[in-house]
């Protein structure tokens, strides 16, 4: 692995949308803020950072080292991380794929109110395992991992070895609505790093940053 | 209909979301902007106006007449329309509701990536019909119609008879993505008020504001 001052770091953040008629979707609360402050972290580091942001996150502080590109569907969203993810060295996956999409597509028309619906979806590509298994040796992938409390270890540590990544960030889901984060890292190799409890997320952006090194080596 | 001095106008702009489980939402694209346009043209006007605004809307301009309140979900729009509609005199209902809500409401977990998920979805409360019914003969309401443009005109006007409103807004779906709007204004009396074509939303606001008193009379 480079070194901080060589990585060129690829983050993605907020939600994909999954169009379901001409105006509805299925979507993720997801605001991409936790992914926008760590990208800004990134690029205040001096890390030159490109970020993938869903469209419905707000636009995040601009920076001379970071360069956003938006994203819409997962569909979409692969076709950006096959396009940038080979000129970078490291990856974070903080956005919030929805991991379902309508089967045969979106409806060409406004689906009118009526008394029901029934909705049936299929499973989306799984992005993080797809690039894990084609990433080069100098690569690293950090992905995160949303769940309650009491089974988020079990969580974060199962997707670690399915998704074959480099590290996930285990983020309990009081931290979507709260400005403050708890948040564990399990590396590949065995090694936890404990966040303080109860971080600003600006505060837990940087200390994922400092942390990158270690992670990634 | 008391005159545009003395109007007090609530408007509602951007989407309800419902949720499915924790973090997934049944959404729509609208991102509320047109809304919050028109609010902000009614308040440099001289109206004092109350704006009910989606929780993914991007806040708007702030006007010292502007006065913002964000909702969630249907029933929580529905909530504040019963809380505010009384204090007001005009209500323009521009906010994008999503029609249908998850059967039995959200899973309180988070669903698991899974091959497939079937969602039975039900129809939400018609909240401008259950307004219609209970409103003074000083208060006026003015509705919005998406459609494509083939039928578009026959969508309004049979949504005008049905919801029994004042005035509708027929807004073609090309306007959601797009700068610029060609609308037309169906009056419950008969009248239709044709705007520019492809006026930007700016201008449209104004226009919508100067027809206020013409509409409402």
Redesign the interface.
């Known amino acids: 692995m480079t070194r901080l001052s060589q990585t060129r770091l690829l983050i993605t953040a907020g939600a994909t ?1 999954e ?2 008629d ?9 605001s991409g803020l936790l992914g926008c402050q760590i990208a800004l972290a990134a690029a205040i580091t001096g890390i030159e950072t490109t970020l993938l942001l869903g469209e ?1 996150a ?1 636009f995040p502080t601009s920076h001379p080292r970071l360069h956003v590109h938006r994203f819409s569907t997962t569909r979409d969203l692969e076709a950006k991380l096959n396009q940038y993810f080979p000129s970078h060295t490291t990856l974070i996956m903080a956005a ?1 794929v ?3 999409t309508p ?1 045969g597509g979106a409806k060409e ?2 689906i009118p ?11 989306t590509k ?1 992005l993080v395992a797809e690039l894990s298994k084609s990433k080069r040796a100098d690569q690293r992938i950090i992905a995160f991992a ?3 409390s009491d089974t988020l270890e079990h969580i974060a540590k199962q997707k670690l070895e399915r998704k074959n990544v480099d590290a996930i960030v285990a983020n309990p ?1 009081e931290t ?1 609505d709260a400005s403050t984060i708890t948040a564990t890292l399990y590396c590949k190799d065995g090694r936890t790093f404990a966040a303080t409890k109860n971080m600003s997320k600006t505060a837990f952006a940087d200390w994922l940053i400092s942390k990158l090194e270690d992670i990634c080596s």
Chains 1, 2 share one sequence.
């Open positions: 949308q169009p379901i001409t105006v509805r979707f299925f979507g993720n609360r997801s419905s707000p919030a929805s991991d379902f089967k028309e406004k109110r009526g008394s029901t619906m029934q909705l049936e979806l299929v499973a799984d949303l769940g309650n889901l979507m």
